[in-house]
């Protein structure tokens, strides 16, 4: 059994972590035993982490289907009625750009940011009446600049550190704005319970994905940050998907 190094639970901060016996890829697993994140622990270094996504380029699967993904990015962007007209929106990790084009032709100003330049590059020419940069939602932050509609899809997962990163999506947020968020659902009831059960599943996949969320496990996260009007809909598909403002 590994020993725990994580000081911490990123969701909830709570000290009492226990380690799994679950291990992928080569790396080992933990769990808070108060709010239940499971994450990977130790963490990939930085430098780890960089040289893993030098040689990730997955924009190419993401231009399949991509009619189907615009689709779906409206039906979300729609389902939100807390938004009583479109206003400005930003995905933060926007990939090849199909929530951008989305929200673009619902009659919001959108604009998609991505840490990828392959995939911001991509998007550009496939969407040229958006805008699209490299750039992180942590430097946006510092511009002070504030958007009525933040969507970040498939994103949280993959970082090694929450805090700065939420920091930032809700600085970004304007007066009443909304935050979208999706990522993989571990506590979906088409799942088995125990993690053991779960590691087969294609989304415990580490370096790429390293923290697992439930609905109760990403709450305290929600909840630290600021952001308690929050909504989690029902889902046939074990993605999680949380609708979130900071309440008025
Ligand atoms: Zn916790």
């Not at 035993?33 to 996504?53: K, Q």
């Not at 199909?98 to 911001?120: H, K, M, T, Y």
């Amino acid at each position: 059994m590994s020993n725990v190094t994580a000081q911490n639970c990123p969701s909830c901060q709570s000290g009492s972590i226990s380690p799994l016996e679950a291990s992928k890829n080569d790396y080992a697993f933990v769990e808070c035993n108060n709010c239940t994140l499971i994450f990977v622990d130790p963490m990939p270094s930085h430098e780890a982490l960089n040289e893993f996504y030098d040689n990730y380029h997955k924009s190419g699967q993401y231009l399949a289907k991509l009619d189907s993904k615009i689709r779906r990015a409206k039906k979300r962007i729609r389902s939100v009625n807390w938004l009583k007209k479109p206003g400005t929106f930003i995905d933060v990790g926007c990939n090849v750009g199909f929530a951008v084009e989305a929200a673009r032709s619902l009659g919001f100003e959108a604009r998609g940011i991505d840490i990828d330049a392959n995939a911001i590059e991509v998007a550009q020419g496939q969407f040229t009446q958006a805008k699209f940069e490299v750039r992180s939602v942590q430097d946006l932050a510092e511009s002070g600049e504030t958007f009525d509609f933040i969507y970040c899809s498939e994103v949280i997962e993959h970082l090694a550190e929450l805090d700065s990163f939420f920091a930032a999506l809700v600085k970004c947020l304007s007066d009443g704005g909304v935050l979208y968020i999706t990522t993989p659902d571990n506590g979906h009831f088409s799942l088995p319970n125990e993690f053991s059960k779960l590691v087969d599943w294609t989304s415990v996949r580490p370096p790429e994905h390293l923290m697992y969320f439930t609905k109760s496990s990403v709450a305290p996260l929600l909840s630290r940050h600021g952001l308690n009007s929050v909504k989690m809909p029902f889902s046939f598909k074990p993605t999680l998907k949380i609708i979130a403002k900071v309440k008025g």
